[in-house]
């Protein structure tokens, strides 16, 4: 067991949980998916930079692992939403997923994404694990402020 991060659809963001028995605990795997989600992997020399700043992120522990931590989510920060912002949210969070949790956690991966409404980005992610039990988890983002940076 390991401390819980909870999405909350509402705001868009991942917290921790306080029960009468302590901090919320759960299997891991939810958890695992949120910080691979929203650790921001570096960015190739080819990919276009949201800030036009030079700073490709990443984690530094990065330097001595064969696959970079956490996914390219970050780089859609300043896009409209639309249709080719979301398949390559979808794009980014399958590689990602995938990257961190095969096979030792997951058997398969499915993840899609929609727009549910205007200015919503919406990821559906569904688990198959090694045992065939599965866990499926839905993660909601506003993009009102993207969409103004733009």
């Known amino acids: 067991m390991t401390t819980a991060i909870i999405w909350n659809n509402e705001t868009g963001r991942g917290d ?3 029960t009468s028995a302590g901090l919320r605990q759960d299997d891991g795997l939810q958890t695992l998916v949120l910080q691979v989600l929203f650790t921001d992997a570096r960015a190739d020399e080819s990919d276009e930079l949201p800030d036009a700043s030079g700073d490709r992120r990443g984690w530094p522990g990065d330097t001595f692992v064969d696959e970079p931590w956490g996914s390219k989510l970050w780089l859609l920060a300043r896009s409209k939403l639309t249709t080719d912002v979301r398949n390559k949210a979808v794009t ?3 590689t990602a997923i995938d990257r961190h949790l095969k096979p030792d956690y997951a058997k398969q991966i499915v993840v899609t994404g929609a727009i ?3 200015q919503m980005l919406q990821l559906d992610i569904a688990i198959t694990r090694p045992d065939e039990s599965t866990m499926t988890m839905t993660i909601k983002q506003r993009w009102e402020a993207q969409a ?3």
Do not use: F, G, K, R
Request: a negative charge.
């Open 16 to 18: 921790i949980e306080i």
């Open 92 to 94: 980014y969070a399958q």
């Open 116 to 118: 549910p409404q205007l």
């Open 148 to 150: 103004n940076a733009v």
